[in-house]
T-cell receptor, first 114, second 111 residues
Framework: DGGITQSPKYLFRKEGQNVTLSCEQN?????MYWYRQDPGQGLRLIYY???????QKGDIAEGYSVSREKKESFPLTVTSAQKNPTAFYLC?????????????FGPGTRLTVT | KNEVEQSPQNLTAQEGEFITINCSYSVGISALHWLQQHPGGGIVSLFM???GKKKHGRLIATINIQEKHSSLHITASHPRDSAVYICAVSSSGGGADGLTFGKGTHLIIQP
């Protein structure tokens, strides 16, 4: 079955610790995205990558970092610099970019930082 | 980035009713997406459209580019349709830089 996996589903961390959220896809998609969802707000774009070894900041990139060393993997690190890291994080992918394509979403990771 | 507004924010209806959710956006887009989010959090793409109308089962999506408005209709609604429905747009550049989302419409269908 093709799809996007995110692990773990729930993640708990102490304030001041960095944490890495995984995102893997076996859809052979070029483009991958990280979004954040907070209660009462729409999803917001953190980072996106259109191709391996390249990525761009989204609207709320401060306090986050990413890498795209392999086509199928796009991990997100939430650093201690992120002021409000508790949120629901969704990874998505699409076939490519430069033309509107349907986006496929992973099941999400709910991060709680205390 | 475009601003995307959805209405209503919350909607409760009885099983069998015809449901309409509206979405307005402010600037040029290359496509509009309707997404469904279930309580567990996973999101599924329902439609992507740039003109006209699309239908899948009991779901119908329409878009009016001139008026910058889209609607999602559910016919013969069922309790299993209860979910958050999200409108999102791809920018006029093709959406390479991700989607811009509305806040969602929380739909509850009562038996």
């Amino acid at each position: 079955d093709g799809g996007i996996t995110q692990s773990p589903k729930y993640l708990f961390r102490k304030e001041g610790q960095n944490v890495t959220l995984s995102c893997e896809q076996n859809l052979n998609h070029d483009a991958m995205y990280w979004y954040r969802q907070d209660p009462g707000q729409g999803l917001r774009l953190i980072y996106y990558s259109q191709i391996v070894n390249d990525f761009q900041k989204g609207d709320i990139a401060e306090g986050y970092s990413v890498s795209r060393e392999k086509k199928e993997s796009f991990p997100l690190t939430v650093t201690s610099a992120q002021k409000n890291p508790t949120a629901f994080y969704l990874c998505a992918s699409s076939i490519g970019s430069g033309y509107p394509y349907e986006q496929y979403f992973g099941p999400g990771t709910r991060l709680t930082v205390t | 980035k475009n601003e995307v507004e959805q209405s209503p924010q919350n909607l409760t209806a009885q099983e069998g009713e015809f449901i309409t959710i509206n979405c307005s956006y402010s600037v040029g887009i290359s496509a509009l997406h309707w997404l469904q989010q279930h309580p567990g959090g996973g999101i599924v793409s329902l439609f992507m459209l740039s003109s006209g109308k699309k239908k899948h089962g009991r779901l119908i999506a329409t878009i009016n580019i001139q008026e910058k408005h889209s609607s999602l209709h559910i016919t013969a609604s069922h309790p299993r349709d209860s979910a958050v429905y999200i409108c999102a747009v791809s920018s006029s550049g093709g959406g390479a830089d991700g989607l811009t989302f509305g806040k969602g419409t929380h739909l509850i269908i009562q038996p």
